[in-house]
């Protein structure tokens, strides 16, 4: 399971999401200063925490990957979700810049995209594998 370069990269996408949520990616600092974490708004909130338990528990579906395969891809599209969700606090917040920590937020999408195609590569090789018997 672990040794599966898929669980490392589902791993690191969890963790990414789980960082965004306590860290702040957004600041802005006039008129008054203040930060933006993931937590800050409920939408953000609920699909991070999603995303981060939904790229974790896929990393225990390595038993049926099609399945893990189709998980992903949903928890892609659903990190596109958190994109928009992002880009409508930043519209709302003018004049402030991004922190550190939002480099998460662009990480979490390309970490899953590696996740897909070792998920599939593996799925090729067990096929190819399969007609050689």
Same mark, same amino acid.
């Given at each position: 399971m672990i040794q599966r370069i898929q669980s490392i990269? %589902?791993?690191l996408a969890s963790a990414a999401a789980f960082l965004v949520l306590r860290l702040p990616f957004y600041y802005t600092p006039? #008129?008054? #200063? *203040?930060e933006i974490t993931g937590s800050d708004q409920f939408t953000t909130l609920i699909s991070l925490a999603f995303s981060a338990c939904l790229s *974790? /528990?896929? /990393? *225990? %579906?390595?038993?049926?990957r099609m399945l893990q395969l189709k998980v992903v891809i949903i928890n892609f599209l659903l990190s596109a979700l958190i994109g928009f969700f992002i880009y409508k606090i930043v519209i709302a917040h003018p004049g402030g810049g991004f922190t550190l920590p939002s480099l998460s937020l662009f990480l979490i999408p390309i970490l899953q995209i590696l996740a897909m195609f070792k998920i599939y590569k593996d799925?090729?090789?067990?096929?190819s594998a399969d007609r050689l018997r």
């Open positions: 990269w %589902l791993l006039a #008129p008054v #200063p *203040f *974790f /528990i896929c /990393i *225990f %579906l390595y038993g049926n799925e090729r090789m067990v096929k």
